[in-house]
């Protein structure tokens, strides 16, 4: 089913007019007294423990998540959300670690850092090594799925999503981290409501098939008992994932490299905490971990739920492309087209 309703409509104008309208606001604001580049990056100081924490899990649960952790709770299980939960330990060390020695030292850019830390030439390199992988890597993946799940609820030409995304992400960010900051408070309650709501229709759809009405509890259990390897942490060299997911090994050794990397020295991330005083900065870089413990339940149940109702004959078509192949990140998309009206929205 690719159609919105009238209230769909009207939630989603509502909605880009409330975000759009703020950038803009900040935006102007801006222009008509002076800034510099500290206040561009750190929102004037501006941010409360709440907005930090909200900021940094909007920027970084997005499209990539929600439908590449979906579809790989459908093709693989829970196991995908070790990457989740280790983030949330990370988060911790950056908390107590990383950041004192940000605000020490009055950090508020990572090439700035580097400079400080070794030299120019270092600061250099790596912030062009960033700039390509934002733009080669991150940009490129998140906007083409966004548009994937966009195309699958609306029914729009894959390529008009893609130029409506990269419009939109334009105009919200004309403020800088003031902006950013506090549009994604907004954001990140929209996806913790919508994303809950969407679990909870998906399991009580799963009790609902097996005979229990509208139980979500029972739904859960079914879920576990119909598809049991997918509730499996720890596999062996038999499972045909097997080498898809990171070993033990890993998860204690080399993982953390990235995640430090990622949490503690991703200017995209930490600038979120940089404008801030310590306590503040460090209740929400812990709060943004808490909000990491539910990631998974927002993304990567809701395709364990769609694996289950799929192994019992639903959403064939929905999950199979045109060459007859099992498409695991369509998995979101296709609970969405079964949200009721204005949530689809």
């Known amino acids: 089913m690719h159609q919105l309703l ?10 880009f007019i409330i975000v759009t309208w703020y950038g803009f606001y900040i935006y102007h604001k801006k ?11 750190l929102a004037e100081g501006s941010l409360t423990w709440w907005a930090i924490g909200a900021s940094l899990i909007a920027s970084n649960i997005s499209a990539e998540q929600l439908i590449g952790m979906s579809g790989s709770g459908f093709a693989l299980g829970l196991a995908i959300s070790s990457y989740e939960w280790m983030a949330a330990a ?6 107590v670690f990383f950041i004192p020695v940000y605000l020490k030292n009055k950090i508020y850019t990572m090439p700035q850092f580097l400079a400080v830390r070794y030299n120019d030439t270092v600061s250099t390199i790596m912030a062009i090594f960033w700039l390509l992988v934002y733009i080669l890597i ?3 993946s998140i906007i083409y799925l966004g548009s994937l799940a966009i195309t699958a609820v609306t029914g729009i030409p894959f390529a008009w999503c893609i130029a409506g995304l990269a419009v939109f992400a334009t105009m919200v960010t004309l403020g800088g981290m003031k902006v950013i900051g506090y549009t994604d408070v ?17 399991l009580s759809m799963v009790s609902e098939h097996f005979g229990y009405g509208l139980n979500i509890l029972k739904g859960f259990s079914l879920l576990t008992e119909k598809a049991p390897s997918h509730f499996h942490m720890i596999f062996d060299a038999s499972n045909p994932y097997y080498k898809d997911l990171p070993g033990l090994s890993i998860l204690l050794g080399g993982m953390w490299i990235n995640n430090l990397n ?10 979120r905490a940089l404008g801030a005083d310590l306590k503040t900065a460090r209740k929400g870089i812990l709060f943004a ?16 739920i769609v694996y289950t109702l799929y192994q019992e004959g639903a959403f064939r078509a929905e999950m199979t492309g045109t060459d007859g192949i099992i498409k695991p990140d369509h998995a979101y998309p296709t609970l969405l087209n079964l949200l009721p009206e204005g949530l689809k929205g």
């Open 262 to 271: 990622y949490w503690g020295c991703n200017q995209y991330i930490t600038q």
């Open 186 to 202: 907004f954001q990140v309650l929209v996806l913790i409501v919508g994303g809950l709501v969407t679990t909870y229709l998906g």
């Open 31 to 41: 222009k008509s007294k002076r800034a510099d580049s500290k206040d561009f990056f």
């Open 90 to 95: 990370t988060l911790i060390i950056v908390a």
């Open 138 to 140: 991150n940009l490129t």
């Open 6 to 15: 009238p209230a769909d409509y009207i939630v989603f104008v509502i909605y």
């Open 289 to 304: 971990g808490f909000l990491k413990l539910l990631t998974p339940v927002i993304a990567v149940l809701p395709g364990i």
